[in-house]
Nanobody, 130 residues
Framework: QVQLVESGGGLVQPGGSLRLSCAAS????????MAWFRQAPGKEREFVAF????????YYEDSVKGRFTVSRDNALNTGYLQMNSLKPADTAVYYC???????????????????????WGQGTQVTVSS
């Protein structure tokens, strides 16, 4: 069983950077696809970024392309979301998620829907404001 814990959120000025971490417990994390989602106040939770089990494939939501970078270190059982050039519109609670039902997934389809992930962290707040 995998458990996820996010950290690294906080208050940052527009144009600033933050790096979120997603620490996983359980031996199987290194075999699992992982994604980041976010939920702004009053809005639906939305997909942000995806990384496959070995880091060889990544995918981003259009509004964060070129600003955010998803990565993972399977030796440390940790995933990351580097966020640069932050905007007030990026303010949200950020969640990492894994799909334990699809180990070693490396297909061309990118799972970007919430229901495709069955393991979630508790979230970390990111606030972009001057």
């Amino acid at each position: 069983q995998v458990q996820l814990v996010e950290s690294g959120g906080g208050l940052v000025q527009p144009g600033g950077s933050l790096r979120l971490s997603c620490a996983a417990s359980g031996r199987t994390f290194s075999t699992l696809p992982m994604a980041w989602f976010r939920q702004a106040p009053g809005k639906e939770r939305e997909f942000v970024a995806f990384i496959n089990w070995n880091g060889g494939s990544t995918y981003y939501e259009d509004s964060v392309k070129g600003r955010f970078t998803v990565s993972r270190d399977n030796a440390l059982n940790t995933g990351y979301l580097q966020m640069n050039s932050l905007k007030p519109a990026d303010t949200a609670v950020y969640y990492c998620a894994c799909a334990t039902t699809h180990p070693y997934y490396s297909g061309s389809y990118v799972p970007a829907e919430q229901h495709e992930y069955n393991t979630w962290g508790q979230g970390t707040q990111v606030t972009v404001s001057s």
